[in-house]
């Protein structure tokens, strides 16, 4: 005859082994060094969620750890993803990266893709997220441009600077980046239309008075080339 202990036991769930799932073999090390757990350790369904939650607070530059218990193999099942990045930004803190929904954060080894911005900040990152208009205009310049360089931000004035094909791009307030994009691309067709000589200086600082200027090279006269109806 069973005793209560022994009844007890047999639905239990205990830990016989974790297996790590991430992108990265350095992803999945570095969630480990924070998962204190022992083989034949009792793990019930609440411990878990507390366990996960906590992974989450802890390693804020993952997207998201998930933790599952695989009933029947005893499994402790660990899934790491991580954040893909639109921007890289050296700032006076850090190297940071941006991700698609603006969380800010760090990783020794991100996940590539072709359009990364490489952004240049003289200042320090201390918040976790960018700005929502400061996002669009970001997603607007990769999304559009092939080749982005020497792009400089400048977060107290809210200015950007950076080069494309065609010349030099400053854009002073982040507010409209959709439309100042596109405002950008009818100023680009316009000027090849015109025969300007490259690289151009494209000056949007008084976009909000409804005017953006061009300066073509060896040419210090700024022309008037976008007027808001």
Not at 58 to 71: C, S, V
Not at 173 to 195: H, P
């Amino acid at each position: 005859m069973l005793k209560d202990k022994d009844i007890f036991d047999k639905f239990v769930w205990r830990l016989e082994e974790i297996v790590y799932q991430g992108p990265t073999k350095e992803a999945e090390e570095d969630v480990q060094k924070n998962i204190f757990l022992n083989k034949g350790q009792p793990l019930s369904a609440t411990q878990v969620n507390v366990l996960e939650t906590l992974l989450n607070k802890q390693l804020t530059d993952y997207k998201k750890i998930t933790l599952k218990r695989k009933w029947f193999s005893h499994k402790l099942l660990v899934i790491i993803e991580k954040y893909t990045p639109i921007a890289k930004i050296d700032a006076q803190n850090g190297v940071f990266f941006v991700a698609e929904d603006g969380t800010i954060f760090q990783d020794k080894n991100p996940l590539t893709i072709d359009r990364l911005l490489n952004i240049s900040l003289n200042d320090i990152i201390s918040n976790k997220v960018l700005s929502k208009d400061l996002l669009i205009l970001l997603k607007e310049i990769s999304n559009t441009f092939d080749k982005v360089s020497d792009f400089e931000l400048d977060l107290v004035s809210n200015i950007c600077v950076f080069n494309i094909d065609e010349g030099q791009v400053k854009i002073q307030d982040f507010a409209f980046g959709k439309e100042k994009i596109q405002v950008l691309r009818e100023i680009l067709t316009k000027a090849k239309e015109k025969d300007f000589i490259k690289p151009y200086f494209i000056d949007f600082t008084y976009y909000e008075n409804d005017k953006v200027y061009l300066r073509q090279r060896f040419n210090t006269q700024k022309k008037e080339v976008y007027v808001k109806k």
